[in-house]
T-cell receptor, first 114, second 115 residues
Framework: GNSVTQMEGPVTLSEEAFLTINCTYTATGYPSLFWYVQYPGEGLQLLLKATKADDKGSNKGFEATYRKETTSFHLEKGSVQVSDSAVYFCALSENKAAGNKLTFGGGTRVLVKP | NAGVTQTPKFRVLKTGQSMTLLCAQDMNHEYMYWYRQDPGMGLRLIHYSVGEGTTAKGEVPDGYNVSRLKKQNFLLGLESAAPSQTSVYFC??????????????FGPGTRLTVT
């Protein structure tokens, strides 16, 4: 079956530091890959996505590249802000699978200190 | 356009009690999902629906039932609550494929505690 593994947190950073959250996946087909973000007390929001190998997703200064050869989709941001404090989830969806279900990683809590 | 809404936001149940969580979406989406979120385990799919009148089991369906009588609503029921069902429950919906991907839209969550 499909699975997503991401680094455990919490990750604590100072403002303007560089952020990397590792994500690797196992899938039987050719999935789409996503990063979702959950701010305190809220539901999940789509942060960025990539639908095929070598695609780069980007949004709000965050980037992730779909690497088929290493089955990875690492999230990066060059200079974090306090407002980036949240839980980040890596996920995949096999588009031809019944229900187009999402498979999530365990989530990584990020805390950015001023 | 409210998106995906969930009621209630919080609930405390005693073991053995029953309750229903309501999810509503106003985006005319065909697909709807129920997830539970537990620390360190991400979100796990409980049940889902690919259209009005349909339901299917997800990864962790035991102890839950669902119904999709109307396209805009997806109900999650607990017939006899257990402490293991203490969790945060999220509903999501998904529309048509856009530019090669499918985005799920999430509700704000329901925090359920079973004592």
């Amino acid at each position: 079956g499909n699975s997503v593994t991401q680094m455990e947190g919490p990750v604590t950073l100072s403002e303007e530091a560089f952020l990397t959250i590792n994500c690797t996946y196992t899938a039987t087909g050719y999935p789409s890959l996503f990063w979702y973000v959950q701010y305190p007390g809220e539901g999940l929001q789509l942060l960025l996505k990539a639908t095929k190998a070598d695609d780069k997703g980007s949004n709000k200064g965050f980037e992730a590249t779909y690497r088929k050869e290493t089955t990875s989709f690492h999230l990066e941001k060059g200079s974090v802000q306090v407002s980036d404090s949240a839980v980040y989830f890596c996920a995949l969806s096999e588009n031809k699978a019944a229900g187009n279900k999402l498979t999530f990683g365990g989530g990584t809590r990020v805390l950015v200190k001023p | 356009n409210a998106g995906v809404t969930q009621t209630p936001k919080f609930r405390v149940l005693k073991t053995g009690q029953s309750m229903t969580l309501l999810c509503a979406q106003d985006m005319n989406h065909e697909y709807m999902y129920w997830y539970r979120q537990d620390p360190g385990m991400g979100l796990r799919l409980i049940h889902y629906s690919v259209g009005e009148g349909t339901t299917a089991k997800g990864e962790v369906p035991d102890g839950y039932n669902v119904s999709r009588l109307k396209k805009q609503n997806f109900l999650l029921g607990l017939e006899s609550a257990a402490p293991s069902q203490t969790s945060v429950y999220f509903c999501a919906s998904k529309g048509e494929r856009q530019a090669g991907y499918y985005e799920q839209y999430f509700g704000p969550g329901t925090r359920l505690t079973v004592t």
